[in-house]
């Protein structure tokens, strides 16, 4: 994504607050912002966008952050903005059958974006200011028409948790991560063991065994079955 990581920084801290408080997950949040800055390549404006469209749907003023009685119709409004021929119930913000839970902002946007062409320009522009603020409607449009850059960042996450998932099952299969655990485990029971005062040799002695192994490959005969006890015992 044409976006640095400083860039992302700066949109969160203006608008990470009132996205949380409309319900938006952080990966929608960074996708969002994705989406708009790499039309702008403004991560200030691209962040206080989405702040003000966060604020707007609930009625608030994002200038003041107080309730608007200018604004407290503008779920309706928006929807009688998004009447066309093909769509005549218009969107809503609010989930099917209900008129007090949102839908995600990510899901909204995606069908705005869908209708957006079937949209007269008036409509385009009224929903717009009326969504985004006067002084935000360019950001919104960058939203709306680059859609596609904000699906591209969701898939890009979802791909690199699963490279980091991957990743992490290569690291536990190594023979470095399983010698480190088992160094952890025999600590662990060590700390339980009553005499304290061996403490410090059974885990240098253990701490040995590991590194021999890691080193040869094979566990040796002189320190498999009873011979582990004399073997640890000389460490002490």
Do not use: C
């Amino acid at each position: 994504m044409a976006e640095s990581n400083q860039d992302i920084v700066e949109g969160m801290e203006r608008s990470a607050a009132a996205l949380a408080a409309v319900g938006t997950s952080t990966e929608d949040a960074f996708a969002m912002f994705s989406g708009i800055n790499e039309v702008l390549q403004n991560a200030e404006k691209s962040g206080t966008a989405l702040r003000s469209i966060s604020l707007r749907l609930r009625s608030f003023d994002e200038s003041t952050e107080e309730y608007s009685d200018d604004l407290k119709n503008i779920t309706g409004e928006l929807v009688d903005l998004t009447k066309t021929a093909q769509h005549t119930q218009g969107v809503s913000v609010f989930k099917d059958g209900s008129t007090t839970e949102f839908k995600s902002l990510v899901e909204y946007f995606g069908e705005i974006n869908e209708i957006w062409d079937e949209m007269t320009q008036k409509q385009q522009n009224d929903f717009l200011i009326k969504a985004f603020g006067r002084t935000q409607a360019q950001a919104g449009s960058a939203l709306i028409q680059n859609y596609a850059g904000v699906t591209k960042a969701l898939d890009e996450m979802s791909n690199s948790a699963g490279s980091a998932d991957k990743e992490m099952e290569t690291i536990k299969s190594s023979l470095e991560y399983k010698l480190n655990a088992l160094k952890e485990t025999w600590v662990g029971t060590a700390q339980k063991m009553a005499d304290r005062s061996v403490l410090g040799g059974i885990i240098d002695g253990l701490t040995t065994i590991s590194e021999l192994i890691g080193k040869v490959g094979v566990v040796p005969t002189a320190i498999t079955g009873a011979g582990i006890f004399g073997f640890v015992k000389n460490f002490r």
